[in-house]
């Protein structure tokens, strides 16, 4: 991973990680998730607000395609697969439960793995460019991982809209839904960003970190239990036939052999 695919800065007491793969759609390679969970997990004790974006038109665009088929034409790809769910568990679970609140800012489309990083944080400002899809079962695999933090952010019910007819959630419907909280557009993003920041700065830091806990507390063990099913069915559902099938019909532009 080239060092600026991730970039960090700290801003008083606020933490800014951008995703800084634009010309790929910041798509997530096993390299990146292991860079952003070393940076959750080294975390400055001064940090009152972790501020989650991405660079370009894009947030997040699934796992990285062509990782994804190198991996799937290893000998061992099995292992991998369940390395990558591993990693990829970790950074949601780190982010998650992280000691402060955090802030997820979108700017354009998050897809798959992409979601999974938005529902992680606590708060969620979103301009009128943000799309929302889960399109894993039209590849022949599972949103499992995200899924957990799905029905906890938005209810099973939505959560099945989603999942099972693969349909986009744009901004007004996403807000409907308690995927996103604030709208904002796209000229007025670092206006309303930086409000967002000053209101989170008013608490105080040891209230924010106890309330978040205490917001957390009655579905932490339940996350973290489906989490370790989740890895399990993430990685088994990569190694099947659909999914092979549907990762080469993604990337020859065709309809998969089940339509």
């Not at 010309?23 to 860079?35: D, F, P, S, Y």
């Not at 969970?37 to 009152?48: D, E, I, K």
């Not at 744009?170 to 209101?199: K, V, Y």
């Amino acid at each position: 991973m080239q060092p600026t695919e991730l970039l960090v800065a700290t801003e008083g007491d606020v933490l800014h990680i951008t995703l800084n793969r634009p010309a790929k759609r910041n798509a997530l390679t096993r390299a990146m998730l292991k860079e952003l969970l070393a940076v959750l997990q080294g975390l400055p004790t001064t940090t009152r607000l972790i501020v989650l974006r991405a660079s370009g038109p894009v947030f997040c665009a699934v796992m990285d395609l062509q990782e994804m088929q190198d991996n799937a034409a290893q000998p061992n790809s099995a292992e991998l697969w369940q390395q990558d769910a591993d990693i990829y568990r970790q950074v949601l679970e780190t982010l998650t439960f992280a000691p402060c609140p955090t802030l997820c800012v979108v700017q354009g489309p998050a897809l798959a793995g992409g979601v999974g990083l938005v529902l992680a944080c606590d708060m969620v400002l979103a301009t009128e460019a943000a799309s929302f899809s889960l399109p894993e079962p039209k590849r022949g695999i599972i949103a499992a991982m995200v899924l957990p933090l799905l029905v906890l952010r938005i209810g099973q019910g939505p959560a099945s809209w989603l999942l099972l007819s693969g349909q986009t959630l744009f901004p007004e419907e996403a807000r409907r839904f308690g995927l996103i909280h604030q709208s904002t557009s796209g000229a007025t993003l670092d206006q309303d960003l930086s409000a967002a920041i000053t209101a989170v700065l008013t608490g105080a830091p040891g209230a924010l970190s106890a309330t978040k806990q205490q917001l957390l507390n009655p579905v932490a063990e339940r996350l973290k239990s489906d989490w370790d099913s989740a890895a399990q069915v993430s990685a088994a559902a990569r190694t099947q036939p659909e999914a092979r099938e549907g990762l080469q019909a993604f990337l020859e532009r065709r309809n998969p052999n089940w339509l």
